[in-house]
């Protein structure tokens, strides 16, 4: 509208385009109000404490806070001799320090995670520097124990001079930095984590196949019924996606256990002999069956609500034109499928790599994944910040998933039930 | 599915073997459930079926597992109970509230950077719950929250109003919006059209959101247990303990209850969502 033209006013006078740009701008702010209590609820309770892991799994200030005056005298250290005796007087102080606040327990524990053998050296030093005279404390500090008077002990000190690290996460692909600083793999047989990480991505991509043959069939059954049949079969699906998870996996326990229904069908048809029952719980098998009869309703309904919309009539065009079947199927019906197959495999994807209760309960050793291994260090060993870590690469991972789920289907695609 | 005559024999043969398949994975999803059932009647001590029960000899069931379950000593399962549903319910509450208001937000034209903000809103359902319970506790111990049914009670106010902000979002998507302007221009105030008019219109919506949050909370582990003390104890938590020392059938008593309850809260939803799609306008 440009203002040679006459321009249209509201009755007040103000022109009609100001006023629908306030209006508008009213509007917008209206409807942000209303979501605002809940965003601002997530935010605080969830996003920031996800930032707030995240500084706990790089955090390193423990150390960096208990020898401020050692870190600062260290700077123009280079590491090749013995330091200096400043830094030993600054040490000497720092740790005096602690001891009053009786903090040096806790130092002593920090560094020998740097470094084994700190511990008893420094539960000596802190005997010893009682009876310590004025001046000269790197002699004093050397004599206490041979340990002090070597300089690997020193450069592991210095070590943990930054405030930030990133161990943790080297730590958790079983990586670390060795004294010279060159990142290298931790030696084969302590390797924990990648097998973790290998088996996690192993058993969500095999439930995700899993759960998708056996959804198809079914949810194309499903869609093609008449209502009254479908929505009878319906509850099939439904039921068990309503039911509680414990209760589901409680059932796979009885079923799967070696006295259970399952072995006592295989040894009635003499699959196998009553005295040479399969273990199918506490291992992998475990884990994979229940996992995909939990997931199996999450694929379902996707790959439902897309055949759903799909005509009839499109497969029927596609056989009278001289398609069989299976040509038809495979040319016509399957590409339309591809959406709701995008979906549900994503969905499934997702959820079986962070799944935590059903592996745990039937996984056994060899059955568990990434999640069991971060709630192990969050509730029995309290390395927090590994924890932090762990769960931070798996997240991650998911939202590169997530991301991935967004470009196919669109998040606000998801449909329940 | 009938077929027609003049189908040829090899396609007739597939066609069963697709309807064996397709009764095959429905017996794999729906069977395991039954399996509880009797065995929750079991007279004896052991979870397998035991002679008398493959005779049917009455002797064999008894109903010991239920009374223990209820007046059995140090019984964890009173409490444990009480707690679930306290819990679930008030999560439910503010979950309904908070959800529905901020879909109501969320579904205006106007709503500025609606991409993101929903994917914020529904990011609690897509993160795995072992991260969600880690950050969750954190955040709850920093304030002093831990051990409480108030930390326990916000924590599935976050993870259950992702479904509500759904179920509610895609009711409102077919809304007529012109009726609230109707109401506006006859003189109504917001709060009196969305309470006579907008509320009564989406309430399945509303419902069967409120019921996923309820059952979200109500078979919640994984945040419990980074959260829980042990006057926090819900169902779900005592049903993994006892499944990880001893699986007793007490525990299969617990569960045949927790399936009679997802069964009634199933049929809910699925007539709320029947007569919403009615009130949409959407045949099927």
Redesign the interface.
Same mark, same amino acid.
């Given at each position: 509208m440009s203002s040679e033209t006459k321009q249209i006013l509201t009755t007040d006078g103000i022109p009609l385009e100001v006023s629908l740009k306030k209006a508008?701008k009213k509007?917008?702010i209206?409807?942000?109000?209303?979501?605002? +209590?809940?965003?601002m609820?997530?935010?605080i309770?969830?996003?920031? +404490?996800?930032g707030?892991?995240l500084m706990?799994s790089v955090d390193d200030k423990m150390v960096t806070e208990m020898l401020p005056k050692t870190f600062k005298s260290m700077e123009k250290w280079d590491g090749q001799d013995l330091p200096p005796e400043e830094v030993f007087e600054a040490f000497y102080f720092d740790f005096q320090k602690l001891i009053e606040e009786e903090r040096e327990g806790k130092l002593s524990t920090q560094l020998n995670y740097t470094k084994n053998g700190f511990k008893s050296i420094i539960k000596k030093l802190r005997r010893k520097s009682k009876s310590f005279e004025e001046g000269n404390y790197k002699e004093q500090i050397m004599s206490v124990h041979r340990r002090w008077a070597d300089v690997e002990y020193w450069r592991a000190i210095k070590r943990r001079a930054p405030a930030y690290t990133y161990q943790k996460y080297l730590k958790g692909i079983d990586m670390y930095e060795n004294e010279k600083g060159e990142i290298i793999n931790v030696p084969e047989d302590r390797r924990v984590h990648r097998i973790l990480w290998m088996r996690t991505l192993e058993i969500a991509f095999f439930v995700t196949v899993f759960c998708f043959l056996?959804?198809y069939?079914?949810a194309h059954?499903l869609a093609?019924?008449p209502?009254k049949y479908s929505n009878l079969?319906m509850?099939?699906?439904?039921? +068990?996606?309503?039911? @509680?998870?414990?209760?589901?996996?409680? @059932?796979?326990?009885?079923?799967l256990?070696q006295?259970?229904?399952v072995n006592d069908f295989f040894v009635m048809i003499g699959l196998v002999s009553d005295d040479n029952r399969l273990e199918m719980m506490f291992n992998k098998t475990g884990s994979y069956v229940a996992m995909t009869?939990i997931l199996?309703?999450f694929m379902v309904l996707p790959l439902y609500s897309v055949m759903?919309t799909i005509s009839p009539s499109l497969m029927r065009a596609g056989k009278s034109l001289g398609g069989t +079947?299976f040509v038809a199927f495979w040319k016509v019906y399957f590409p339309l499928t591809i959406p709701g197959i995008g979906a549900g495999c994503l969905l499934v994807f997702?959820?079986a790599?962070?799944?935590?209760?059903t592996p745990?309960?039937v996984g056994g050793a060899s059955g568990t994944l990434i @999640?069991n291994q971060?709630?192990f260090h969050?509730?029995s060993t309290l390395d927090?910040s590994f924890? @932090?870590a762990m769960?931070?690469m798996?997240?991650s991972g998911?939202l590169v998933i997530?991301w991935l789920y967004?470009k196919l289907v669109g998040?606000?695609n998801?449909?329940?039930? | 599915m009938a077929l027609p005559k003049y189908t040829e024999p090899h396609y007739r043969i597939w066609h069963y073997v697709y309807l064996t398949i397709c009764a095959a994975v429905f017996f794999f999803l729906v069977a395991p459930l039954f399996v509880i059932f009797p065995l929750s009647f079991n007279a004896e001590e052991f979870l397998v079926f035991s002679d008398g029960m493959k005779r049917l000899d009455p002797d064999a069931f008894s109903l010991r597992w239920y009374q223990d379950m209820i007046y059995g000593t140090k019984n964890p399962w009173g409490l444990a109970a009480k707690n679930s549903f306290i819990i679930a319910i008030f999560a439910t509450i503010g979950s309904v509230i908070l959800g529905t208001v901020a879909a109501l937000g969320l579904s205006s034209r106007h709503m500025p950077y609606k991409g993101l903000i929903m994917a914020v809103l529904i990011s609690p359902m897509i993160v795995p719950l072992i991260i969600s319970g880690v950050a969750i506790f954190f955040f709850m111990a920093k304030v002093g929250l831990a051990a409480t049914h108030t930390g326990i009670v916000l924590a599935h106010i976050i993870l259950g109003t992702p479904f509500v902000v759904i179920t509610v979002t895609a009711t409102l998507s077919g809304f007529d919006h012109s009726v609230t302007r109707a109401a506006a221009s006859l003189g109504s105030d917001p709060v009196n059209t969305f309470m006579k008019i907008t509320l009564p219109l989406i309430l399945p919506g509303v419902i069967s959101g409120g019921l996923f949050a309820f059952v979200t909370s109500f078979d919640e582990v994984v945040v419990v247990l980074f959260l829980a003390g042990l006057e926090n104890t819900t169902i779900p938590i005592q049903m993994w303990t006892g499944l990880r020392e001893q699986l007793s059938p007490t525990i299969l008593a617990v569960a045949t209850c927790l399936i009679i309850l997802s069964t009634l809260i199933l049929v809910t939803a699925e007539l709320l969502r029947r007569r919403s799609e009615r009130l949409r306008g959407i045949n099927r």
């Open positions: 508008e509007n917008k209206k409807a942000f109000l209303l979501v605002a +209590p809940l965003l609820f997530i935010i309770t969830y996003v920031f +404490p996800i707030d892991m706990r056996m959804a069939p079914i059954l093609t019924l209502m079969l509850i099939c699906v439904l039921l +068990p996606f309503w039911t @509680s998870l414990l209760v589901r996996t409680a @059932s796979w326990m009885i079923l256990q006295q259970g229904i009869q199996l309703p759903k +079947p997702i959820l790599i962070g799944y935590y209760i745990a309960l @999640s971060i709630a969050m509730k927090w924890a @932090s769960g931070l798996l997240l998911v997530y967004n998040i606000d998801i449909k329940l039930g | -």
